[in-house]
């Protein structure tokens, strides 16, 4: 009778045990997979603000008289957006001067995205294809910019 009494005793503790177990492992997948909905709209903010940050880098190229300034127009992106890692700025037509430009495209050659979530150091990603920032601004759109004294 005793020992029939013990083994009841001690059942639910078994259970309330495995009950923990559950909880904390659908808490952790569950926490993994908000982790990786988070980085994905983390993401999709990041080309979001590229896509901002060519159209700025392209106003500051445009309005500041030099076509030599990539440098100055990439710590602007980069200002907007610290994963730029590398910017192309073509000018047009190509190798035209200060005074001959027409126009200049910028284009964002590369963004390091770096991923927070371990789901994608688990499946080792690699950092996902962008889609082609860039901009194109002609020249004469911006002589009237009330802006461009501070810019520079």
């Known amino acids: 009778m005793t020992h029939h009494h013990h083994h009841r005793r001690r059942h639910p503790r078994r259970q309330r045990g495995a009950t923990l177990v559950e909880f904390a492992l659908v808490l952790l997948i569950f926490l993994t997979f908000l982790l990786a909905v988070v980085d994905f ?57 200060a005074a001959s430009c ?21 499946a080792k990603l690699a950092p996902m294809a962008m889609p082609r920032f860039a901009t194109f601004l002609p020249r004469e759109s911006m002589r009237q910019d009330p802006y461009s004294i501070d810019h520079c």
């Open 102 to 122: 027409e126009g200049v495209t910028v284009t964002v050659t590369s963004l390091d995205y770096q991923w927070i979530s371990p789901i994608a150091g688990f």
């Open 41 to 97: 709209s983390r993401m999709l903010f990041s080309w979001n603000a590229a896509t901002e940050a060519t159209r700025a880098g392209a106003r500051y190229a445009v309005t500041c008289d030099s076509t030599a300034q990539k440098p100055q127009v990439l710590a602007k992106m980069r200002a907007l957006v610290p994963e730029i890692a590398d910017i192309d700025l073509a000018w047009v037509p190509a190798a035209c001067t």
